[in-house]
């Protein structure tokens, strides 16, 4: 299943198709690249985890269930362990954080691909002829969100009704 990020950066994808030019193709291929090497990352951090996941095991299996393994096992078997997992740990959290930024750019290229759209849209069809609604909550206080939503649809008089009904 993709998430509702990747249905939407493939939709951006696809609409910047329809301009030919220099910035279209360079938004295309930094994403590409982007999505690329954020796969990379994940496999890697999946890497890690298990390097971890199995250090631990080996570590919880020679304290718990074998008897006097320090006696029995070299001290080089239990450091090397120990270093792995803990390594594992530390390339997992800087794996997180390099995750973060490539999300954090990717939304940035897509915010691009948002105004190459809007550009798009409006060299082909024009400005809007409605201006855009502002954002705000309706609560019990303040109805004034509904008025304005009814002023730009033209029906004022129909919402008053239903506000206080």
């Not at 990379?40 to 020679?62: F, K, N, P, Q």
């Not at 270093?83 to 530390?90: D, I, Q, R």
Request: hydrophobic share 45%.
């Amino acid at each position: 299943m993709t998430s509702e990020h990747k249905r939407e950066t493939a939709f951006l994808r696809h609409c910047i198709r329809y301009d030919d030019g220099a910035e279209r193709h360079r938004l295309d291929e930094e994403i590409t690249r982007i999505q690329r090497d954020e796969g990379c990352l994940r496999r890697a951090m999946w890497l890690m985890a298990l390097l971890a996941a199995l250090a631990v095991a080996g570590l919880g299996y020679g304290a718990v269930l074998v008897e006097d393994v320090l006696y029995n096992t070299s001290d080089l078997i239990i450091a090397i362990i120990g270093a792995v997992g803990v390594g594992s740990l530390f390339c997992l959290m800087v794996f997180v954080v390099l995750g973060i930024a490539y999300r954090n750019n990717l939304d940035q290229r897509r915010e691009e691909c948002r105004q190459l759209v809007t550009r798009l849209l409006e060299s082909r069809l024009g400005k809007p002829v409605t201006p855009p609604l502002r954002d705000r909550r309706v609560d019990d206080r303040n109805d004034e969100t509904v008025q304005v939503a009814a002023v730009a649809n033209g029906a004022l008089d129909q919402a008053a009704t239903m506000i206080r009904i």
